[in-house]
């Protein structure tokens, strides 16, 4: 990847024949779509085995899908496709793995841009659930999964017919990941999807995971008074 990085920016100097350059640019987009292939054969093994180690700290989860939809603008853009922010305001922060909940959301936007069709519309939703957790949607106007698909499409390495039909067929992994860095928050995943009716991919993270926020400590009115008065008798005697 480095060399090819070098090769195709023609740092070391240009290349007499052009398509050169455009060999660099060829062997770099096919070296970083097999380190893209091996970190997520390397993350579904992790996850599998029990050993995908969790660095918890306190987020807000808005913030990560801002950062997410932010990266994945260009590539919405490119192929004429909106992508709309639905945030509920003033939610909590949550305890959870940032690496992990950029991998869930980056994952699902992905999906949703790969295979809605131009003119489409993703919705990207963040919000409370009724029992006080939080959950991260998105919802595409793609041309959906065929019901029975959803099991194979959420197994490792399955892809649907729609993934065999188009060029931007992946590896088969992003939804089986994103399923399990769920799980491993003690989430739930969901997949909704009708033909014709587009896809909702929905993960939810219980309440125990949302920080809530310490009261205010207020002092009591009376001791508040006491203790001015008797600055006050303090001050009077100074001066005296």
């Not at 240009?14 to 390397?42: C, F, M, R, W």
């Amino acid at each position: 990847l480095g060399f090819s990085e070098i090769m195709r920016s023609e740092i070391l100097g240009t290349h007499e024949n052009p398509v050169y350059k455009e060999y660099a640019n060829d062997i770099h987009q096919s070296g970083q779509h097999l380190l893209n292939l091996i970190n997520e054969i390397l993350d579904i093994s992790r996850i599998e085995s029990g050993r995908y180690e969790l660095h918890e700290a306190p987020l807000t989860l808005a913030a990560v899908a801002e950062d997410c939809q932010r990266l994945m603008r260009l590539r919405s853009e490119t192929k004429g496709l909106r992508i709309v922010e639905d945030f509920e305001p003033g939610l909590p922060q949550i305890f959870a793995d940032e690496r992990a909940m950029r991998q869930i959301c980056l994952n699902l936007l992905s999906n949703a841009i790969k295979f809605t069709p131009a003119g489409g519309t993703i919705t990207l939703t963040i919000a409370q659930t009724r029992d006080g957790g939080q959950f991260l949607s998105v919802k595409d106007t793609g041309p959906g999964i065929p019901e029975n698909e959803i099991p194979r499409v959420l197994k490792s390495f399955g892809q649907g017919s729609l993934a065999h039909q188009t060029a931007e067929g992946g590896t088969g992994l992003g939804l089986p990941i994103t399923k399990g860095l769920t799980e491993l928050h003690d989430g739930s995943f969901e997949l909704k999807s009708r033909l014709r009716h587009g896809t909702e991919v929905m993960v939810t993270f219980p309440r125990k995971r949302v920080i809530k926020p310490l009261p205010r400590i207020v002092e009591p009115l009376r001791w508040l008074k006491e203790r001015e008065v008797s600055s006050s008798s303090l001050g009077a005697g100074a001066g005296s």
